[in-house]
């Protein structure tokens, strides 16, 4: 009996409305990209495994697919026996599916430093492979939209990024709330309380606090060990609302005595100030319990959620340092975000915010009656897609039926007859699927096809 065919776990076909969906937010975010000058780059699907291997951290390192060198290798591999499993997969594997796109980034730079022109602003969007436990949301192949900017300190990159987003958002029409804080603000933080090492239960605790209210928020503050003190002089930062002005206001009076702090609050508003400027369609908000990434970023970071519709994070971002350092070229800061298209992708199926002619392949039928008359159509519909119209002469001669249902399957908007009649005439029959309406047209007249 044969086998019934399958995918492996975690991955998955998509058919041609799912393509022309996803396609929509590809180009939406690329067009969105070189508005603001950034490149476009692609890396290949597998890297070295010493390019991957300890830059993710010990679970990263679990994670990775490794692939098997090719052919029959194992024949000339040598003795295998008495080797150790890490030795053996050195032995057999060179090469690992890539897990993310930044490190890939950071191998290019360092390779063809030469030929770049700092600041280099890229862009890349392609798949990206994890052996991760499939589930709801959690793929082992999925997509991700990254844009860097690399080798600039200055925070007209952040404040480009942030318009970038709202732009692609607005593009998309998903309303969504633009967060944003900064490492140096939540240092300053741990260092002002004497906790430096207690950074990651105080953001966590701050996160609780809509949920659970403030006294349980500090109770489980003294329980993670921090002192009364530390909970007294965090109080204000727990409790303060007003506009971001406000917040940083009253977190510049807390963290007065802290270099870093102070650093990261003047960042934050002199990026907060530049966007008041730019007139974002969204809302961007100063939200101190974001906490990004912490060993990876060392400046402001960023993270975007959708209002209308309960999602995790659907882009996020933020300035790190030191990029390239993993491949000996230290120094070399930057700022990048990542979009999350299968994030996005499920927030407008969610919320059905897709335009009408995303799905539309075909826009013409043209109708084949026989041999003469598709003759008579091919140079007519040859025409219409020179004048940009995706059009289709249906190959066989079959049941008229036939070929209106698969119009329909198709969901294609309007269909070209021709006879005899129109043959004589010089002229084609267009009928409006939807309203049922047709028109006999002479071939200028069905090029203008949306009046009808």
Not at 118 to 139: E, H, M, N, S, T
Not at 219 to 233: F, K, V
């Amino acid at each position: 009996m044969a086998q019934k065919p399958s995918i492996p776990k975690g991955t998955r076909d998509f058919s041609p409305t799912e393509m022309a969906r996803r396609n929509y937010i590809f180009d939406t975010i690329r067009g969105v990209y070189a508005l603001y000058g950034f490149q476009q780059i692609e890396t290949p699907a597998m890297e070295n495994l010493s390019t991957l291997m300890g830059k993710y951290g010990e679970e990263g390192d679990k994670l990775l697919f490794k692939i098997l060198n090719s052919g029959d290798f194992m024949a000339h591999a040598g003795a295998t026996e008495g080797l150790t499993p890490p030795q053996l997969a050195a032995r057999i594997c060179e090469k690992g599916l890539r897990y993310d796109l930044t490190v890939p980034f950071a191998r290019y730079v360092v390779q063809h430093r030469e030929e770049l022109q700092l600041p280099f602003k890229r862009y890349q969007i392609q798949p990206v492979w994890r052996a991760d436990r499939p589930q709801k949301g959690r793929y082992r192949e999925f997509y991700q939209c990254d844009a860097d900017i690399v080798g600039s300190d200055s925070l007209v990159n952040e404040v480009e990024l942030m318009q970038i987003v709202d732009t692609v958002f607005s593009k998309l029409n998903i309303r969504v709330m633009i967060h944003i804080n900064n490492r140096k603000i939540l240092s300053g933080i741990a260092e002002t309380i004497g906790a430096a090492d207690k950074i990651v239960d105080i953001t966590v605790a701050i996160d609780k606090l809509d949920k659970i209210g403030l006294d349980k928020v500090n109770e489980e503050l003294a329980a993670g060990g921090l002192s009364a003190e530390a909970i007294d002089t965090l109080q204000p930062i727990l409790t303060m609302t007003g506009s971001n002005d406000e917040k940083l206001d009253t977190i510049s009076q807390v963290l007065a005595q802290s270099e870093t702090g102070m650093k990261g609050v003047e960042e934050t508003r002199f990026i907060l100030d530049m966007l008041k400027q730019c007139s974002l369609s969204n809302d961007i908000m100063l939200d101190l319990t974001l906490a990004r990434g912490l060993n990876y970023y060392t400046g402001a970071i960023f993270e975007v959620k959708a209002l209308d519709t309960p999602m995790g994070s659907i882009t996020g971002g933020g300035r790190y340092d030191n990029l390239t350092g993993i491949f000996g070229m230290p120094g070399l800061s930057g700022v990048g975000i990542s979009f999350g298209a299968d994030r996005i992708y499920d927030v407008l199926n969610t919320l059905n915010l897709y335009p009408e002619e995303t799905t539309e392949s075909t826009q013409l039928l043209f109708i084949n009656f026989g041999l003469n008359e598709m003759t008579y159509c091919m140079p007519i519909a040859q025409k219409c897609r020179m004048a940009g119209i995706r059009a289709e002469v249906y190959p066989d001669a079959v049941k008229m039926k036939k070929q209106m249902a698969y119009a329909n399957a198709k969901h294609i908007p309007y269909v070209a007859l021709a006879g005899e009649n129109e043959i004589a005439q010089g002229k084609i029959t267009l009928k409006n699927m939807s309203s049922g309406e047709q028109h006999l047209l002479s071939t200028e007249e069905l090029l203008n096809i949306s009046n009808y």
